[in-house]
């Protein structure tokens, strides 16, 4: 698939945050713990999640997807890799998180590597050295194409204290899930805290796994020997969504009311912009359908726009998140000034900002890891093949619908892993976009 873009219009309207694609995948390999039937609610129709419910399949599990989202699964007598969804499996990185449930269930086991986005080498290892202490130990990469793993622990496993190296979302919601059916207390300290990561451990508490500390670097979990029931989840919604709108805001000028937007996780964003002259407006909070996430609507105003007075840099939560830091490149395009981007996480994402380059931008790469842009450039048309990940890739679709005259993203596949019915969301708020074969 591929986007016509008339850019350079001016966008209004309301548009509501759906709900999140990183909580959605982690409850997705949390269902495969419970032996019970698991209900998700309102789950996003994107790609990520249909490759993962396609290897779900593949090994037993029956899925059934209603029209308002809610998916129901129910786990089979036994379970059987042996005809799994390779393919799909290899279409997203997200399939690592299946790694502890399956060790509960079956002990031993291949696994295809997951790739998903092309961000430089992402390692794995935070991940192995923590299940290792758990009694589960990961062999082979991604380079050998599969995993392979072996629960030296039993079933049952065993219970460790854990200091996590690196503070990775997947990583931590893989311990999670390998204490939640270990008898007894695992924890984990320098855990993430990120939304994702609240949203498995709420789901995790449903399940019947006390978690103390959900919210905070250091997490104490209390696991059971098994879980065995009906189960309902309520993933929240996703503030890397509403970044993007957020952004596209900013960056073309316009007023738009952002709805349900989990605040906690966007307020250090939306005080930078602020700092770089963004006007907006944030509503009063209620609670999320999972009776824990802070939401509130956000309203954005056309403003003046300078550059940040300091570097812009992703940190662990509370800093500004990881999968947000890319939507700051556009808005700097539109700033007066120099603004610096550093994305030390990853090695091979900050050379997918020099795309905005080719419509017009002012884009320097310092290094692997850090951007300088200058702005204001009044950004142009361009056909430009889309980066083969998501939020770069985004970042481009803003850039296009800012840029004057008709844009052609090609194979947008990596913005349909996380975002459904794009197109036609954008439509509504008046922007000039088609989605053509």
């Known amino acids: 698939m591929n986007y016509k873009i008339q850019g350079g219009r001016k966008l209004s309207g309301v548009v509501q945050t759906n709900i999140s694609k990183n909580a959605a995948v982690a409850l997705l390999a949390a269902s495969l713990l419970n032996r019970g039937t698991t209900t998700l609610r309102k789950m996003p129709h994107i790609e990520e999640v249909k490759r993962l419910l396609e290897v779900m399949e593949s090994i037993g599990m029956k899925i059934e997807w209603a029209e308002n989202g809610d998916i129901r699964i129910t786990p089979p007598e036994k379970f059987d890799l042996s005809n799994i969804n390779t393919a799909s499996a290899q279409r997203t990185r997200a399939i690592a998180l299946f790694i502890p449930p399956l060790a509960h269930l079956l002990g031993s086991f291949e696994l295809p590597a997951p790739t998903g986005c092309d961000l430089g080498k992402r390692s794995l290892g935070a991940h192995i050295d923590a299940l290792e202490k758990l009694g589960i130990k990961v062999t082979g990469n991604e380079d050998a194409h599969s995993y392979h793993v072996e629960n030296h622990a039993g ?21 999670l899930m ?3 059916k270990v008898p007894g207390e695992t924890t984990i300290k320098f855990a993430s805290a990120n939304y994702m990561v609240q949203d498995l451990c709420v789901f995790l508490q449903a399940c019947g796994v006390s978690i103390d500390g959900i919210g905070t670097s250091t997490l104490v979990v209390h696991g059971v020997k098994d879980i065995n029931a009906d189960i309902t989840g309520y993933p929240s919604e ?18 738009l009311t952002i709805e349900r937007c989990p605040i906690d996780f966007l307020e250090l964003e939306l005080y930078t912009l602020g700092q770089m002259g963004l006007s907006y407006e944030i509503g009063e909070r209620r609670v999320a359908d999972n009776g824990r996430a802070a939401l509130a609507d956000v309203v954005i105003r056309p403003s003046r726009l300078v550059s940040a007075p300091e570097k812009i840099a992703a940190r662990p939560y509370p800093g500004i998140n990881i999968d947000n830091l890319p939507f700051f490149v556009p808005v700097a395009t539109q700033a007066t000034g120099e603004t610096l981007i550093h994305d030390w996480v990853y090695e091979g994402r900050a050379k997918y ?22 702005g204001p450039t009044k950004l142009h048309a361009a056909d430009v093949e889309a980066p083969p990940a998501l939020r770069p890739a985004t970042l481009l679709l803003i850039g296009m619908l800012a840029a004057e005259g008709e844009s052609t993203l090609r194979n947008v596949y990596p913005i349909n892993r996380g975002y459904a019915n794009l197109a036609e969301r954008l439509q509504k708020l008046g922007a000039g976009i088609e989605a053509v074969e």
């Open 238 to 255: 996703d503030p890397i969504e509403s970044m993007f709108f957020v952004s596209l805001a900013a960056t073309t000028g316009s007023e």
């Open 155 to 175: 079933k049952g496993g065993r219970t460790t204290e854990i200091i996590m190296y690196e503070a990775s979302d997947t990583g931590v919601e893989n311990v």
């Open 178 to 180: 390998a204490a939640a």
């Open 353 to 374: 900002y020099m795309e905005m380059n080719k419509l017009g931008a002012n884009v320097e790469l310092l290094d692997m890891h850090r951007a300088l842009i200058k």
